[in-house]
């Protein structure tokens, strides 16, 4: 794992899931985490990067790395606002 990416406080295994339940298991973890702790999502929907994208620059969460791993598999770390 790159060392830059912190270690996550919470995980949500979205892999399986098409949009927009990936964001929507994302926004209900965010919503009982603190200010700055650090979710890790991951997904195996192909429009996930974008989706994830879009939703941190309207949430006001900051989307700290998207790692994209075999088999369609996107690791995403959020920072919670």
Request: hydrophobic share 35%; with cysteine.
């Amino acid at each position: 794992m790159e060392t830059n990416i912190p270690t996550p406080d919470q995980l949500v295994d979205a892999s399986g899931l098409t949009c927009p339940l990936p964001i929507l298991r994302a926004k209900k973890a965010l919503s009982q985490m603190q200010s700055g702790e650090i979710l890790k999502v991951i997904t195996t929907d192909d429009h996930a990067a974008g989706d994830f994208q879009a939703f941190c620059a309207q949430s006001g969460n900051e989307l700290l790395a998207q790692k994209q791993l075999s088999n369609n598999v996107t690791e995403h770390y959020l920072k919670r606002r």
